[in-house]
C-alpha cells in the first residue's frame, strides 16, 4: 500500500470528532441524524467528518431517503490493522548502523 493511502487510514483516526463518530458506530449503523445529535456539530461539519471516514474505508455509508446510514467497514478496520503491523514491524533486514556511523 502506498504512503499516500496509509495517511489517509491514519487520518481518520486523528481527530477527536471522528473517534467519538466511530465509537457511536460500535454499536451498529446509525443515521446521519442521529450522528449529528450524539456530537453535536453542524451538518457540514459532519459531511466533511464522514468523508475523511469513508475514504479512508474504515465507514461505508447507505443512502435511504435523503439520510445517508453509516457503519463500520470490518474490512476497512482490517486494512488498518494490517498497515499498522507493517510499518511497525523492525525490519532485521535493513541496516543496523546508527545514521552517525561511518
Known sequence: MDERKIAAIFKAFCDENRIRIIKLLRSGEKCA?????????????LSHHMKILCDAGIVVG???????????????????????QQLTIL??????????EK
Open 33 to 45: 441524524c442521529r450522528l449529528l445529535d450524539e456530537i453535536h456539530v453542524a451538518q457540514p461539519t
Open 62 to 84: 447507505r443512502k435511504e431517503g435523503k439520510w445517508t446510514h453509516y457503519s463500520i467497514s470490518e474490512k476497512g478496520v482490517e486494512r488498518a490493522k494490517e498497515c499498522l
Open 91 to 100: 525490519d532485521a533486514e535493513g541496516e543496523n548502523k546508527s545514521c552517525c
